[in-house]
């Protein structure tokens, strides 16, 4: 008892700081492969901790695996945005050209390997920035226009800063070695993957992911999840339609013209027929499509997400989806190219990983859920790392880490109760203390 209760106090000592750098963060929000700044100031953070190893650059994420990167024109603006804003000098030119994320690895000696994800981007929303809105009142609202911490991922990088500064303080006392990855490109489920195909969760024994959430069940101010099924398989595209332009009136026959590709592949879209296996999703998002009015369109782009409630089930849907595409291209003379830009498996937590997470938070006196299961529409990359640690015999799990939150995620108006921070903190820490002691 006496280790949880001087976790207890190392965190609530560094509280105030934790709560400046998530405000920093908040304020200086990059959205995914544009995490520069922040992915530099994780990594000094890092180094002036003592953490063993602090891998940057190409030694995080796969660079042909990443999904979803923007243009080298948009990745350079953001670098140079990332100057002069702050960005860590040492560390800043592992980044370029979207090279983000960090991963921290503290040794101590044989033992366990525990994996701990924080996710580190923010999101295309355009923050308030009226007095209503406490982080504008607070002088903290995102500077950067059009990007925002609207999720909560400023929260999670924070925490993922205050678990390596607790575990170094009692490293003397832990036994194994313990890997904190701090993952770009969440949002879209974009970065998950290409750090799983670097190889980092290979060997790992046991893996935790979590997010805040506004989610309160019994006031419970930790839940363990998912039990089942507690974050939807997804798989997105931009999809492209090509064809033959001419003039609408004078020769409209000698045209293939997307603008009917499109409309066939939407309609049919929607039409998939649903599964008796469970839940799936379909939605188009946008089309732009078109030059003129007098112009049969020869070009056109939609982007599409798909979803299932297990990774089969999207499976499905992405069996099915691509046979509508392609016919419906082909049906109107046209040809169409699917670009994957994002996507994510399905968890299940294991229960004997749930256990101990349960019993961390407990033993640093907090209130844990009594539901282990708990549905979700949304979806998480983390599902990849969960499942390659789980393919090769270890255990893994996902949490939610509750507080009060003024707007819904996603919102021009979110924000959190920074309770969360600490108690998450501490929740991390007793688990991989109980792991690796």
């Avoid at 930790?222 to 997105?236: D, M, N």
């Avoid at 000698?254 to 599964?275: C, D, E, F, Q, S």
């Avoid at 989806?321 to 670009?339: L, Q, R």
């Avoid at 399905?346 to 349960?358: F, P």
């Amino acid at each position: 008892m006496a280790m949880y209760e001087k976790i207890n106090q190392l965190v609530d000592d560094v509280t105030a700081e934790l709560v400046a750098t998530r405000r920093d963060f908040h304020k200086y929000a990059e959205s995914g492969w544009f995490e520069m700044r922040t992915s530099s100031i994780i990594a000094r953070k890092l180094t002036e901790m003592g953490v063993d190893e602090v891998l940057v650059g190409d030694a995080v994420c796969k660079k042909e695996a990443r999904m979803g990167v923007p243009s080298e024109e948009a990745l350079e603006a953001s670098y140079e945005r990332a100057v002069e804003q702050g960005g860590d000098p040492e560390f800043l030119p592992y980044t370029k050209g979207g090279m983000t994320g960090v991963i921290g690895i503290i040794k101590c000696g044989e033992g366990p390997t525990v994996a701990m994800r924080f996710d580190i981007d923010a999101l295309g929303v355009i923050e308030a920035q009226d007095d209503g809105h406490r982080p504008a009142a607070e002088g903290f609202a995102s500077v950067n226009h059009g990007m925002m911490h609207a999720c909560g991922h400023d929260a999670h990088a924070t925490i993922g800063l205050g678990v390596a500064k607790t575990l170094m303080a009692i490293k003397d006392q832990l036994h194994g070695t313990i890997k904190l990855i701090f993952q770009p490109a969440e949002e879209g489920v974009r970065g998950a993957k290409s750090i799983v195909e670097n190889g980092h969760l290979d060997g790992v024994d046991f893996c935790i992911g979590s997010h805040v959430s506004d989610l309160r069940s019994d006031d419970a101010e930790v839940a363990i999840s998912p039990g089942s099924h507690g974050s939807l398989a997804t798989t997105k595209y931009d999809v492209y339609f090509h064809g033959v332009s001419a003039h609408a009136g004078g020769s409209p026959e000698k045209g293939k013209n997307v603008m009917l590709a499109v409309a066939t592949a939407i309609m049919n879209l929607y039409a998939i027929p649903r599964h008796s296996g469970g839940t799936t999703r379909i939605n188009v998002g946008t089309v732009t499509a078109g030059s003129g009015r007098n112009v049969i369109a020869d070009v056109a782009k939609m982007e599409i997400e798909l979803r299932g409630e297990t990774t089969a089930l999207n499976d499905y849907v992405v069996e099915y989806a691509t046979n509508v595409i392609e016919a419906a291209a082909k049906m109107h003379g046209c040809t169409c190219e699917m670009v994957v830009m994002g996507g994510a498996q399905s968890m299940t937590s294991d229960k004997a990983m749930i256990d101990r997470v349960r019993a961390g938070a407990e033993a640093v006196g907090l209130k844990v859920s009594k539901d282990d299961s708990n549905k979700s529409g949304g979806s998480e990359d983390y599902s990849y790392m969960m499942t390659r640690v789980q393919e090769q015999g270890g255990i893994a799990t996902f949490m939610r880490v509750h507080s009060k939150q003024s707007a819904p995620g996603h919102n021009r108006r979110f924000d959190i109760d920074e309770v969360a921070i600490p108690n998450a903190v501490k929740t991390f820490c007793a688990t991989v203390y109980d792991i690796v002691k």
